[in-house]
Nanobody, 120 residues
Framework: VQLQASGGGLVQTGGSLRLTCAASGMIFSINRMAWYRQAPGKQRELVAAVTSDGGTNYADYVKGRFTISRDVAKNTVYLQMNSLKPEDTAVYFC???????????????WGQGTQVTVSS
């Protein structure tokens, strides 16, 4: 299983970016997909997550600015980021909790990070 993330870049304060993460490989079902971020010198933290039934949750600091969505058929998760701030600067990682076969055992996978830099 591979998670391929894309969409990061450099943007000015107040700008927008859309991150995409596509999961591929031996996937039976996906329970949850999420975005995390890690700024220099800080721990990785949850930004937003979406479950198989469409439920979402967000970190308080992105509520109202970021939107997570998922294309089930494409095993893809998106993160629309609006009103970006310099403090949003970080490497963003996608994450998936999924099953690779019929057994009730979930594994966690991570994509490579994508850099988001917001200039002031």
């Amino acid at each position: 299983v591979q998670l391929q993330a894309s969409g990061g870049g450099l943007v000015q304060t107040g700008g927008s970016l859309r991150l995409t993460c596509a999961a591929s490989g031996m996937i039976f079902s996906i329970n949850r997909m999420a975005w995390y971020r890690q700024a220099p010198g800080k721990q990785r933290e949850l930004v937003a997550a979406v479950t198989s039934d469409g439920g979402t949750n967000y970190a308080d600091y992105v509520k109202g600015r970021f939107t997570i969505s998922r294309d089930v058929a494409k095993n893809t998760v998106y993160l629309q980021m609006n009103s970006l701030k310099p403090e949003d600067t970080a490497v963003y990682f996608c994450n998936a909790v999924l099953r690779t076969d019929w057994r009730p055992s979930y594994d966690v996978y991570w994509g490579q990070g994508t850099q988001v830099t917001v200039s002031s």
